[in-house]
């Protein structure tokens, strides 16, 4: 059965073009067995809508199609778990079932792997856990997903069944919870960042997001502060995180865990300079961090490394004499020097402004040369060093070896 209000009807050819060929053997497998199957989920959503994308012009500039074999896949089966395992060894398919205990079984094949999970209802919701029963209808099944574009069933014909009208929410850029939101999200407050990042990937772009209620204490309760930046990151590595980032202020999300406001405009800055940078030249995730949060990030990154650099960031941010403070950090620290430009570009105007942002080059000089010179006291060479390194680094690291080593006699004496 095919419902899709307002949207444009879609050739079932084309559709399949963007699914995966191993889950739709699959699913032809069942109904030559009398068995029904369908795809649901991503896959159907992320197909349907690289279609649309395709062939109405929509835009969505946060929406990747990934390849089949990194997408997540699954398949609902009308069984129960002890058939589904008998069904699946009578036709020879291996399968890994640790998932069984929530009727659910994994399939590798060669285009990539997917889970076949019985269809089954929910009740009795205690955080992620709930009561499970088997032997369900399509309509039962669909109740318990998340959003309406998730509860899109895909049989091996192409033919979508779509209860909750999610085909025509995914065309108009639409995110809707099934069910009474508030409950839905008292199951497992997980829903509420899930819907966070779904609007920011499948909403119309710069449109207004609905501001769901929720209990703070209840949110940080059951998603702390380490599991939401884990999610968080997926939205700061989009091409256009900021809408989204707006509402979570609007919507008071960060302040439930103790954090201001964050500043979206700050970090759009940062990153319009980090895009110019090879991506291996800075740590994306704390300049990120920083950029929104300045020194409560601490608060998320809990790494020392990571910590290190906000020490470095705080530094620079508080800097009244931001040329020399920099120099500090090419001497002591210059695998962080492409990070401290960031944010000094941020920041302030510095002597370094008008050069390219990149990985210093290999200090010329060398405790070779220093024995060579006649520097034997190993206790004064860190102190030489840094003394020659701030002179190599105020020259915008154009000295050569010899133009060094001629100064280090020139100025430094033997001790």
């Known amino acids: 059965m095919l419902m899709m209000n307002h949207t444009p009807p879609f050739d079932t050819t084309l559709l399949r073009r963007y699914l995966p060929d191993g889950a739709l053997h699959f699913l032809e497998c069942c109904h030559d067995h009398s068995i029904e199957a369908w795809l649901v989920g991503g896959a159907v959503r992320d197909a349907l809508l690289a279609y649309y994308i395709a062939t109405q012009n929509l835009v969505r500039p946060n929406f990747i199609l990934r390849p089949p074999g990194t997408r997540d896949l699954d398949i609902a089966i009308a069984c129960t778990p002890g058939q589904l395992t008998a069904f699946l060894q009578t036709i020879a398919i291996p399968f890994h079932d640790q998932g069984l205990v929530h009727g659910s079984v994994r399939i590798e094949t060669d285009d990539g792997t997917f889970d076949v999970t019985c269809l089954r209802s929910e009740t009795n919701h205690t955080g992620r856990h709930a009561d499970m029963r088997y032997g369900v209808s399509l309509a ?123 500043n979206v405009e700050r970090l759009a800055l940062l990153i319009s300079i980090m895009a110019t940078l090879p991506s291996t030249l800075v740590s994306y995730d704390v300049i990120a961090w920083y950029g929104l949060f300045e020194e409560k990030a601490y608060t998320i990154t809990p790494h020392h490394h990571g910590k290190t650099q906000l020490d470095v960031f705080e530094t620079i941010r508080h800097s009244t004499t931001i040329d020399e403070t920099l120099l500090d950090i090419g001497v002591m620290t210059p695998q962080l020097w492409p990070a401290a430009r960031v944010i000094a570009a941020v920041y302030h105007e510095h002597m370094f402004s008008d050069q390219p942002i990149q990985m210093l080059p290999k200090f010329p000089l060398t405790q070779t040369d220093l024995q060579e010179l006649g520097y034997h006291n190993r206790r004064q060479w860190p102190e030489i060093f840094r003394t020659l390194r701030r002179v190599w680094l105020r020259s915008y690291c154009e000295p050569t070896q010899d133009m060094l080593r001629e100064h280090l006699v020139q100025f430094i004496n033997p001790a």
């Open 140 to 262: 039962e099944d669909a109740e318990r997903r998340d959003f309406t574009i998730n509860a899109l069933y895909l049989d091996y014909t192409g033919q979508i069944y779509d209860p909750y009208q999610g085909a025509a929410d995914l065309y108009h850029g639409i995110v809707r919870f099934i069910g009474d939101p508030a409950r839905r999200i008292a199951e497992d407050y997980l829903r509420l960042w899930r819907y966070y990042i779904c609007s920011s990937i499948f909403s119309e772009p710069h449109s207004p997001l609905i501001c769901h209620p929720f209990d703070p204490k209840q949110l940080v309760l059951h998603v702390p502060l380490d599991r939401a930046t884990t999610i968080v990151k997926r939205l700061l590595h989009l091409p256009d995180p900021y809408h989204v980032l707006r509402e979570l202020n609007r919507h008071h999300i960060w302040q439930a865990y103790g954090l201001p406001s964050a």
